[in-house]
């Protein structure tokens, strides 16, 4: 029952707008016209037809208006803002021609009984389309907001549920073709891969939270995954690690190396600077055929999800950097998030010690 209550009440309402709004305007053009202002030369009939017309042109600019938004509406989507200009321009271009042509109508049909001007019923009607522009125009840009902050919200997060659990598919699916093939041949050399496999499963599978972990587990998954590789691309695979101690404890996105190790990665580097975590990751291969990270992070590559991951957890002033022959990130710390004691740069290289 609400909805034809409140179907009923719009109506009302509308109807109570076209009134009013019509027989003010009647009264207003009347005024303007050869009746003037003063109220004592006004006569009942001359005032009543003003008024009707009035709410005439008010009923039929409503109308029309309404008809070309819901035109719009189904056939122009309000996706960007060249939409918005159009949800605006074509309500008020429709009312002036319906306004133009209603105005010659009735000056053919009543003749020397609607002696306004011209000009003064332009003028109404240039403000009307103004009008009408303006209101729709405002509410088109106010949808389009609307609609692409839920869009963005909706892909946003979307996006994330699926960046959380990326990982290394190809090194997963390898692994598990040559384990089987062990199994047969060699079970008790499989059972470590199996191990490992099943480890870094779990590991992403939990991603799918969004929970941070800390670096020494992140450096764990990678030493699981490093592994894997070797059983890839062999023993040649060389993997260092060069973190603090004192930086293992700090909070990070899962999954914020892995995707970088699937470039046969060489070392990997990490150092506290300025209230900032830096990890470099850097390999032997051909690198980038760019050094620009936008060019790179509009491809829709690896390194885009990861800068995306990053940005969601630590903030816009997370920064990326592509060298020569590696990446660069670095991101803020939250003042308490690290030991009084943790070194700003290290030398020479030292294993996390995760169990």
Request: hydrophobic content about 45%; some cysteine.
């Amino acid at each position: 029952m609400s909805s034809p209550v409140s179907s009923i009440v719009d109506g009302l309402r509308r109807a109570g707008f076209v009134l009013v709004v019509g027989g003010l305007a009647g009264l207003a053009v009347h005024a303007g016209g050869e009746g003037g202002w003063s109220v004592g030369t006004w006569s009942t009939v001359a005032i009543g037809n003003s008024v009707l017309v009035g709410i005439l042109y008010v009923a039929l600019l409503d109308a029309t208006v309404r008809l070309v938004r819901l035109g719009m509406e189904a056939f122009v989507p309000l996706r960007s803002t060249r939409a918005v200009v159009y949800h605006a321009v074509a309500p008020a271009t429709g009312t002036i021609v319906v306004f133009v042509g209603l105005t010659a109508t009735l000056k053919a049909m009543l003749g020397p009984d609607f002696a306004t001007s011209w000009t003064l019923l332009l003028g109404v009607g240039a403000f009307a389309a103004a009008a009408v522009a303006g209101g729709t125009g405002f509410l088109a840009l106010q949808t389009y907001h609307q609609r692409d902050r839920q869009d963005h919200a909706e892909g946003w997060e979307a996006r994330m549920r699926r960046l959380r659990t990326q990982t290394c598919p190809p090194v997963l699916f390898e692994t598990l073709e040559a384990t089987t093939q062990l199994l047969e041949n060699n079970p008790e050399k499989a059972q470590p891969l199996l191990d490992r496999l099943q480890a870094l499963l779990t590991y992403r599978q939990r991603a799918a939270s969004g929970d941070p972990v800390a670096l020494a587990d992140e450096l764990e998954a990678a030493l699981w995954y490093t592994e894997l590789a070797r059983m890839q691309y062999g023993e040649a695979l060389d993997i260092g690690f060069d973190v603090p101690d004192p930086l293992l404890s700090v909070s990070v996105p899962r999954l914020s190396l892995l995707p970088l190790l699937q470039n046969a990665v060489q070392h990997v580097t990490g150092r506290y600077d300025n209230d900032q975590l830096c990890l470099a990751v850097l390999d032997t291969g051909p690198g980038f055929d760019t050094t620009e990270p936008d060019t790179v992070l509009r491809r829709g590559s690896g390194i885009s999800d990861l800068y995306a991951r990053l940005r969601d957890y630590f903030g816009p002033a997370t920064d990326l950097t592509l060298l020569p022959q590696g990446v660069l990130w670095c991101a803020p710390l939250a003042p308490g998030s690290l030991p009084d004691d943790a070194p700003e740069a290290q030398t020479a290289p030292s294993s996390p010690s995760v169990e």
